[in-house]
């Protein structure tokens, strides 16, 4: 380090350039290697659009697989991504990711794929909606991947245009509105905790759990029923939509219960595990 010193005090003003340049030659290679890897970072144009195109094409297959409600359209956060792309289109396309994020992990509760208290990203929830069959639309997976790789490309990649931007809300509104529109069962607490009993004449109560009332509508909202099911959580609210979650720890044999309304004995069930479904609120 002294001899270091002193080599800069000896050199002279008038040698300046000539050292700078010696530097510059020195690490001319270091530097060339950082500037192509900036440019790797940068997304061309090209890939934009091939992107933006396979999410455009995807959409446009999700709407032919769910037909799209024109109710839909008024749907609050829809409106909150539209007014929001008028004002700042990359702050719209944020907003409508967290949308379809929740909403996602919303279709993947509601239909019992969703792990309890597991608060998965986007990412994650194509991967579960990958692995499942049985009703949901095929192109819904690719549909939100396609998306997920548009707004990295878009927002933290390269630079955007706003049209670019623009073309990507347009089609994630549209995967929205078909993730919104899976015909699905809808569980609503009907009663968020009623006394149940072991024997018939309702005189025995079961200790340290209580039944939960569930309105349940069928998917396409034909018809509606009531179910009731064991749990000890306490969490539920008369009104809110829950996921459907069970836990197997403990379960219980034959019981009755008093219709809350008719006050009318009727059978709960033969045999349950527990209902622990989430508010979706919350999932």
Not at 68 to 96: F, W
Not at 156 to 178: C, F, P
Not at 242 to 253: A, I, K, L, R
Request: hydrophobic content about 40%; charged content about 25%; glycine content about 6%.
């Amino acid at each position: 380090m002294k001899d270091l010193a002193e080599l800069i005090r000896a050199i002279t003003p008038l040698s300046w350039p000539i050292f700078a340049f010696i530097i510059f030659f020195m690490l001319k290679k270091p530097i060339s290697d950082l500037l192509g890897r900036l440019n790797k970072v940068k997304v061309s144009k090209e890939d934009v659009e091939l992107t933006l195109g396979k999410l455009n094409e995807s959409a446009k297959e999700v709407e032919k697989e769910v037909p799209l409600q024109e109710k839909l359209e008024a749907i609050d956060d829809i409106k909150e991504v539209i007014e929001k792309a008028a004002q700042s289109p990359k702050a719209a396309l944020i907003l409508l990711s967290t949308y379809l994020e929740r909403e996602a992990r919303q279709l993947l509760a509601s239909l019992g794929h969703l792990k309890s208290n597991q608060n998965i990203q986007l990412s994650e929830a194509i991967q579960v909606l990958q692995k499942q069959s049985g009703g949901l639309p095929g192109h819904i997976p690719s549909a939100l991947k396609f998306f997920e790789e548009a707004r990295n490309k878009l927002i933290h990649e390269g630079e955007a245009s706003q049209e670019d931007i623009l073309r990507a809300i347009d089609s994630g509104i549209t995967i929205l509105k078909a993730l919104k529109a899976v015909p699905k069962e809808i569980n609503v607490v009907y009663h968020p905790g009623i006394d149940i009993f072991q024997d018939q004449q309702c005189k025995i109560p079961f200790p340290n759990v209580k039944g939960i009332i569930l309105e349940t509508e069928s998917p396409g909202g034909v018809s509606k029923s009531f179910r009731i099911f064991p749990t000890t959580r306490s969490y539920f609210l008369k009104g809110k939509r829950v996921s459907w979650e069970w836990s197997f720890e403990s379960t219980w044999g034959p019981a009755w219960y008093k219709d809350p309304d008719t006050q009318e004995i009727k059978p709960a069930w033969r045999s349950s595990a527990e209902f622990v479904g989430r508010p979706l609120d919350n999932v």
